[in-house]
């Protein structure tokens, strides 16, 4: 029988995140005179009011509230960088690391949104697994009725290892083949 246990190769396969890279780490401090509410500001370009932090994870409602439902043929570079931003915001804190809180996101996040030219050379993957692997620890606890993370990547990992809980594939190119075009083959994710 093969391997057991969830690997970061997995992850790379079945998401296509990155396991190499700098590591996702931050000590949560911002600079002098900077607040959470100022970084999101700098960022997103907008005021956000302190009502749309959930204790001290702030709504994932906010950043759909800035952004249309669909951007304009016309749109300019900062339309593009700004929805390009909001969409990974929803992905990091309603994919990759949900929460017990639901439809929120730990602002530590935003720091690596940033610089938009960095983001992919962080270890999404690696840093996906670890949160995941955490938290069923802390979900062992009589207090706690479930296990958060990247529930995707654990079903995904499951229908590799179990093949008769697995949807059929069927054998349907993407919607856009190009996309794929002289990269590597997509993620199992993407099937």
């Known amino acids: 029988m093969g391997e057991v246990a969830l690997t970061p190769q997995d992850v790379d396969i079945l998401l296509g995140l990155p396991i190499d890279g700098h ?5 949560c401090t911002l600079g002098p005179g900077m607040s959470w509410i100022g970084l999101v500001a700098s960022i997103f370009g907008h005021a956000l009011a302190p009502t749309r ?3 001290y994870r702030l709504q994932l409602r906010f ?3 800035i952004t249309p439902g669909r951007l304009s043929d016309v749109a300019s570079a900062e339309e593009v960088l700004l929805h390009t931003r ?3 915001v929803h992905i990091i804190g309603g994919v990759l690391f949900t929460d017990h809180f639901g439809g929120s996101i730990h602002p530590m996040y935003l720091l690596f949104l940033r610089d938009l030219d960095m983001y992919g050379d962080y270890a999404w993957g690696a840093a ?5 692997y955490r938290e069923p620890c802390k979900g062992c606890n009589t207090d ?3 296990v958060v993370g990247c529930l995707l990547l654990l079903q995904l990992w499951a229908w590799e290892r179990l093949p008769t809980l697995a949807p059929i594939r ?3 190119p ?8 002289g990269q590597l083959a997509s993620p199992y994710g993407a099937w």
Request: glycine share 4%; charged share 20%.
């Open 23 to 27: 590591a996702l780490i931050s000590d």
């Open 53 to 55: 932090f959930n204790g």
């Open 128 to 132: 996906v697994l670890a949160f995941l």
């Open 86 to 88: 909001c969409y990974l």
């Open 63 to 65: 950043f759909s509230s």
């Open 144 to 146: 706690k009725e479930e």
């Open 174 to 181: 993407l919607h856009d083949s190009r996309l794929w075009d």
């Open 170 to 172: 069927l054998n349907v």
